[in-house]
């Protein structure tokens, strides 16, 4: 008797988690990012000020596993965009539910908005999202930040503590923020800048029963960043600082 395709479950946090599972079934170094990989690792982001809905999926793959994620997304019934694809398909993939009630967008090796976070050799960890480090990362990257990115980043960092070193997978490794940091300088000011942010916005709306005290999270990262080595093209790019602008304003990209 042969078994049925998996069909699209009717909660989106389900559907990823089932989608998760079929991917490290297979071995695929495939992570789901964005607001339901939050939601997946940070209990405080389920309650309170900072809980909200969820209308898509987001993945990032390695390039030479895309064909056979996309045969899982396939199989599970979703519909691939196909002029879309066929279009930006060697760095993103778009894919849709049959009945519209969300999508799964798809970043190949990298993720590009503000800045670029080189993903290769870090979708293989354990647990179904990013690493915690990359998870941060993926917020503090974006320039035109809004409440969301924050909400995320403060119930983060409430949830999970920080480690010099590299992660056991539920602690957010220093080393691999420093590392991405510390090669680029447009980034690094970026990320200073919108920890600042998080730091006023978990004052001003407090998590209660908090893992960890996020303004003390934030300075550890803080200080972790001003400590670890940088480049010489950082250095370099750091004594032109804002005279030239440095982060991306990514367009929307319609569907």
């Not at 293989?124 to 809004?146: C, M, R």
Request: net charge negative.
């Amino acid at each position: 008797m042969t078994e049925s395709p998996p069909r699209i479950l009717a909660d989106i946090r389900d559907e990823a988690s089932s989608i998760a599972a079929e991917v490290a079934a297979g071995g695929l170094p495939a992570r789901l990012l964005g607001g339901v990989a939050f939601w997946l690792r940070c209990p405080s982001v389920r309650s309170g000020p900072f809980a909200r809905d969820y209308a898509d999926l987001d993945f990032a793959v390695s390039k030479p596993a895309s064909q056979r994620f996309r045969a899982i997304l396939e199989g599970r019934g979703y519909l691939p965009d196909k002029f879309f694809n066929g279009l930006h398909g060697a760095t993103r993939l778009y894919y849709g539910a049959p009945d519209g009630q969300w999508s799964v967008d798809i970043v190949i090796d990298e993720l590009t908005m503000s800045h670029r976070l080189d993903l290769r050799g870090q979708l293989g960890g354990p647990g179904p999202t990013l690493s915690l480090a990359d998870l941060l990362l993926t917020k503090l990257q974006v320039w035109e930040v809004n409440r969301k990115d924050l909400g995320d980043t403060v119930c983060l960092l409430a949830d999970h503590g920080v480690t010099a070193g590299p992660s056991d997978g539920e602690e957010i490794s220093l080393a691999r923020v420093t590392a991405v940091l510390g090669t680029d300088w447009g980034f690094c000011h970026t990320a200073e800048r919108n920890l600042g942010k998080v730091a006023e916005l978990a004052a001003a709306e407090p998590l209660p029963g908090a893992g960890h005290d996020v303004a003390a999270q934030v300075r550890a990262v803080q200080a972790a960043i001003e400590a670890a080595p940088k480049s010489r093209s950082w250095r370099m790019r750091s004594r032109i600082g804002e005279r030239v602008k440095w982060y991306e304003t990514p367009e929307e990209v319609r569907h």
